[in-house]
């Protein structure tokens, strides 16, 4: 089982950066693919980027080049650096965690806002 907290998040200009944070708790961490999701006010959720144990990472088109997920297993956490943000990036992000084997995400934490103005 994975415990996930994000942090991080707040309201930047646009053209601004913001590190988003997730700190995991459980044995499955260092195993786990965990991923990084937002959803804006009425969208549906959507796929950002994803990091594997090993650091195999893979982006969302409308973020590659932009922003930049990492892990570091021995602090159990994953971060999100989020640079030229656009007020489309506007949004709740989540991280998630899910087995290497698996389909879906399994563990979801709460979320940070992140709002960017025009």
């Known amino acids: 089982q994975v415990h996930l907290v994000e942090s991080g998040g707040g309201l930047v200009q646009a053209g601004g950066s913001l590190r988003l944070s997730c700190a995991a708790s459980?044995?499955?961490?260092?195993?786990?693919?965990i991923g990084w999701f937002r959803q804006a006010p009425g969208k549906e959720r959507e796929f950002v980027a994803r990091?594997?144990?090993?650091?195999?990472?893979i982006y969302a088109a409308s973020v590659q080049g932009r922003f930049t997920i990492s892990r570091d297993n021995a602090k159990r956490t994953v971060d999100l650096l989020m640079n030229s943000l656009k007020p489309e990036d506007t949004a709740v992000y989540y991280c998630?965690?899910?087995?290497?084997?698996?389909?879906?995400?399994?563990?979801w934490g709460q979320g940070t806002q992140v709002t960017v103005s025009s």
């Open positions: 998630a965690a899910r087995n290497p084997t698996a389909n879906e995400y399994d563990y």
């Open positions: 459980g044995r499955a961490f260092s195993s786990s693919i």
């Open positions: 990091i594997s144990w090993s650091g195999g990472t």
